[in-house]
């Protein structure tokens, strides 16, 4: 089969298409033919060598992919040949191994999706994931109106956006271009803020008559991430998810404490927290292909490339440019 495999970290250069031996399925195990494979930030984390959980080289990296079962190993019987699954290396013990035409892993570690549901969107649901896991699980039963959503068009974003507005909650997306503004209203955002425009806190509080949010998502982190405390309502929440510029800095109880005094939360939310935890990671996927299926939620495609040119797939990636979800086509 083909693959990408990396044997040094490094730049997208390392990513090398190779022909290996095609797997075959185990006890207990299935053989996944991929459809498409979706590129997500973790991967180039791991292509560079800074991924905290980094899986040992040799490696395919990848973990996401959607495709069709072609073969069963010995005792195999949960899923049938022909089914189209979910296959997420978050349920295997190495985040790894979806950048290949095949893929073998045991059958319950694997999602079964409709025959109707269109498997290139499936290959992005692991950005849905974090989404869900952001809005339901980290929440722990908080109850919000509103929600603020830092780069509303990148793929969390998107998921973010489209999974609150499933919910029934007002979207304001912060964006960076007239282009993503329209992306993100596309998604169901109720209003975006471009933030090379404009204050996203005075922005902010005027599009909520000076209440503020309830919730602010954010990915960013930095030096300017106590400043969205001036946006949050009474009793609201900040949740990072995130550091694309470094860890928060400053001091998180002054900006907690300083007027208004509108006791706000902070809490950091992390994927790791649900490695030891299957069952919730479980019902978060088939509560998304449930909703994938009933049509409430649709990846939006930025680009099909294919796999033999993953490493142009991770130049995009981090070029900021994706809007959406990129995958890969093998």
């Known amino acids: 089969m083909k693959a990408v495999q990396i044997t040094e970290t490094g730049a997208p250069e390392v990513l090398k298409y190779v022909e290996l031996p095609t797997p075959k399925p185990g006890p207990g195990e299935v053989l996944v033919k991929a459809h498409a494979i979706g590129v997500c930030m973790p991967e180039t984390l791991v292509r560079r060598g800074v991924y905290k959980w980094m ?12 495709g ?43 999602y079964a999706v409709p025959d109707s549901v269109d498997l290139d969107q499936v290959a992005g649901l692991a950005n849905y994931q974090v989404a869900w896991h952001l809005l339901n699980s980290a929440l722990q039963g908080f109850q919000y109106k509103s929600v ?9 974003g998107t998921a973010l956006v489209q999974l609150a507005k499933v919910y029934g909650k007002r979207v304001i997306g912060v964006v960076s271009s007239d282009a993503r503004g329209a992306f993100a209203r596309a998604q169901g955002a109720d209003e975006v803020i471009d ?6 806190i005075a922005e902010t509080q005027w599009l909520t008559g000076g209440r503020g949010v309830d919730l602010v998502l954010d990915i960013v982190g930095g030096k300017h991430m106590t ?40 809490r950091h939310f992390t994927m790791h927290t649900l490695d030891h935890w299957p069952e919730l990671r479980a019902q978060c996927t088939h509560d998304l292909i449930r909703l994938l299926h009933e049509g409430k939620i649709r990846v939006p495609i930025y680009e099909r490339v294919p796999l033999a040119e993953a490493a142009r797939a991770h130049r995009i990636f981090e070029s900021g440019a994706v809007m959406g979800k990129l995958i890969m086509k093998p």
């Open 55 to 66: 899986p040992p080289l040799p490696l395919i990296p990848g973990i996401e992919m959607g």
């Open 68 to 110: 069709t079962v072609v073969e069963a190993g010995p005792g195999a019987s949960k899923l049938k040949i022909g089914q189209k699954v979910f296959v997420c290396a978050r349920e295997f013990r190495e985040r790894s191994g979806c950048y290949a035409e095949y893929i073998a892993a045991r059958e319950d570690l694997l």
């Open 148 to 156: 603020l959503v830092i780069a509303a068009a990148g793929g969390v």
């Open 195 to 200: 933030r090379t425009r404009t204050n996203v």
């Open 227 to 266: 400043e969205f405390y001036n946006c949050i309502a009474p009793f609201g929440m900040l949740q990072l998810y995130g550091r694309l510029e470094g860890a928060p800095t400053g001091d998180i109880d002054a900006g907690i404490e300083h007027p208004p005094w509108h006791s706000a939360g902070y």
